[in-house]
Nanobody
C-alpha cells in the first residue's frame, strides 16, 4: 500500500510563494511517476504537474506553467511543488498522486494523498 502524505499548505498572499511537500512511504519510491492534482471549490479536479521516476522529465498544466515547478528527491522519498506568483484562482486542495505510468498519472492516478489546503488571499 502506497501512502502519500502532503504538507506545506496554508494561507499565502497573491504574488507570494509556497512549497508543498509529499512524503511517500514506499520502498520502490524511485520507480513511481509522481505528481500533483488540485480541486478548487465547486470545480472538477485538475492535473497540475508530474515527474518521471528519474525526475528528468516533467509536465506542468498550462495554468501553472512558468509559476509552479515539480521536483523530487529520491534519496528522501519526497516530491515537491514549488509555487510562485500565486493567484487567487490557485486556491484549492492540493493532492499528491502516484502511478506507474506517466500518461495515466495526468488523468487517473492510482494512488492519492489526503490533500492539503492552499488559500491565496490578501
Amino acid at each position: 500500500q502506497v501512502q502519500l502524505i502532503e504538507s506545506g499548505g496554508g494561507l499565502v498572499q497573491p504574488g507570494g510563494s509556497l512549497t508543498l511537500s509529499c512524503a511517500v512511504s514506499e520502498r520502490s519510491f524511485s520507480t513511481f511517476v509522481l505528481g500533483w492534482f488540485r480541486r478548487a471549490p465547486g470545480k472538477e479536479r485538475e492535473f497540475v504537474a508530474a515527474t518521471t521516476p528519474s525526475g528528468r522529465r516533467t509536465s506542468h498544466a498550462d495554468s501553472v506553467k512558468g509559476r509552479f515547478t515539480i521536483s523530487r528527491d529520491n534519496t528522501e522519498n519526497t516530491v515537491y511543488l514549488q509555487m510562485s506568483n500565486v493567484k487567487p484562482e490557485d486556491t484549492a486542495v492540493y493532492y499528491c498522486v502516484a502511478d506507474g505510468s506517466f500518461q495515466d498519472i495526468t488523468t487517473n492516478p492510482d494512488y492519492w494523498g489526503q490533500g492539503t489546503q492552499v488559500t491565496v488571499s490578501s
